[in-house]
């Protein structure tokens, strides 16, 4: 006897196989069930019938009972289950069929009623249970062996053999009918199962074009805001910096007239006035990187990176006082850009730099510049042991107008201002960070001569 192979396990099978063990125990464990309990509602069936041989039949029932009871008992075990489906649903569909042929050969043999029942059992197994064809057909040849085995040693034997070929022929076909159920309920379920799956892939390509969609949308409606702000800053440089100069004009002129040299409190609301004007040009000027995105020729001029964050730390030298600065710079940092906007990107990002250090007053304030060549280009990182970004405004860090600061502390243009230039210079100014730790900008600009 040659030792049978356990089945593949869950994880190994096809989706497709895989769904129909799911739907194959659902159905397996409710048609048991009801087995169980047409199989011990027999019992009025055999006292009706066959009374004298009722305490002959009745623990046989109630045997079959338990028999299907315990095998639906382990279809519950879900995960066990699943493996053996297989060997289970046909083993409790072969408890009845064994239990009817034993009574066909306790009562009258070829003449017993109970044949009845297996036809039921055939029909309800085709009809109802999703096993395959073959199944289907292994199943109706068992239960004719298990007739003939009954009729053949019955007492009496095959003497009625008229009725048992009858017989015999009509279980047969009830057995190719069931098999044929199967057949087409089984090609049913296999072109439902292709079609949902059709229908998942599909709304999974939806579900891709949707996001591509939303992710073009966004870059649109980004596109639109810098169209518009840009449009915004035009008419803004235009109408604010004639006034303005002419008010820093009348300021200074004030400044220097007799009754401002003889008044303190004059001269310092003079100082205010100037103050204001210059924070409106700085304004304006931020503004003005929107309202004019061409690069000219200056924007590529070659210059020493490294003389530019020199200037930027001697600009921000009073909000960095008591930083340690560390720069981590190579011997050649010649780049080609526009070396004033590249020394704004830089002020900017060293006074974020020093306000995430002034608010978080770690034990050690450090500011980290390092530059390294990478594929033609020189990429900057500045680094601080601030507050860090919370996770939440991470993906927004650069949205023109969005700021974190209190009203009157900035009107959240510094980095999309920054962004804007480094990416003219073909560049991208990334941002990382880890709230509570620290935040690193970077960006990248063309080196003058190219390493190979």
Request: net charge neutral; with cysteine.
């Amino acid at each position: 006897m040659t030792a049978s192979h356990p089945p593949v396990p869950a994880q190994n099978l096809s989706p497709y196989h895989q769904e129909l063990n799911e739907f194959r125990l659902v159905y397996s464990k409710a048609c048991a069930i009801v087995c169980a309990i047409l199989i011990l509602s027999g019992l009025g069936l055999d006292y009706t019938l066959y009374p004298q041989d009722f305490p002959q039949l009745a623990p046989v029932r109630i045997f079959a009972t338990i028999a299907v009871v315990v095998i639906y008992l382990q279809l519950r075990r879900t995960s066990f289950a699943l493996r053996w489906i297989k060997p289970l649903t046909l083993l409790w569909l072969s408890v009845p069929q064994i239990m009817i042929s034993w009574m066909i050969w306790a009562t009258e043999g070829t003449s017993s009623i109970y044949f009845v029942g297996l036809h039921l059992a055939l029909y309800a197994t085709g009809i109802l249970l999703p096993i395959s064809f073959f199944e289907s057909l292994a199943f109706g040849g068992f239960t004719y062996a298990v007739y003939f085995i009954a009729c053949y040693f019955h007492p009496s034997g095959l003497a009625d053999i008229g009725r048992f070929a009858g017989y015999s022929i009509f279980l047969i076909f009830s057995a190719v009918l069931s098999s044929f159920c199967t057949y087409f309920n089984e090609r049913a379920r296999t072109h439902l199962f292709y079609l949902q799956r059709q229908v998942a892939e599909k709304n999974a390509d939806l579900q891709q074009t949707n996001a591509a969609l939303a992710e073009v949308k966004g870059h649109l409606i980004q596109q639109e805001k810098m169209a518009a702000l840009g449009t915004l800053s035009a008419g803004l440089l235009h109408e604010l910096n004639n006034p303005v100069n002419y008010s820093l004009m009348a300021v200074n002129m004030a400044s220097k007239g007799a009754s401002a040299q003889g008044d303190a409190g004059l001269r310092e609301c003079l100082d205010d006035a100037r103050e204001g004007m210059q924070r409106v040009q700085k304004i304006v000027s931020d503004l003005k990187t929107f309202a004019y995105q061409k690069p000219g020729e200056e924007g590529n001029r070659i210059f020493l990176l490294e003389k530019a964050i020199e200037s930027a730390l001697r600009l921000t030298g009073y909000e960095l006082k008591n930083v340690e600065i560390a720069l981590a710079l190579p011997l050649d940092t010649h780049v080609r850009g526009d070396e004033p906007a590249i020394i704004g990107v830089l002020i900017n990002l060293l006074t974020n730099a020093s306000l995430a250090l002034r608010t978080a007053a770690p034990a050690a304030p450090r500011i980290e510049l390092q530059a390294r060549p990478e594929g033609g280009r020189l990429c900057l990182t500045v680094r601080d042991n601030g507050t860090g970004i919370a996770p939440q405004n991470l993906p927004r860090v650069f949205e023109p107008f969005f700021t974190t600061r209190d009203v009157g502390q900035g009107l959240g243009l510094g980095l999309s201002v920054s962004y804007a230039i480094i990416q003219r210079h073909g560049g991208t100014l990334r941002v990382a960070s880890e709230w509570n730790a620290w935040t690193e900008f970077s960006f990248d600009l063309a080196l003058a001569s190219p390493q190979p």
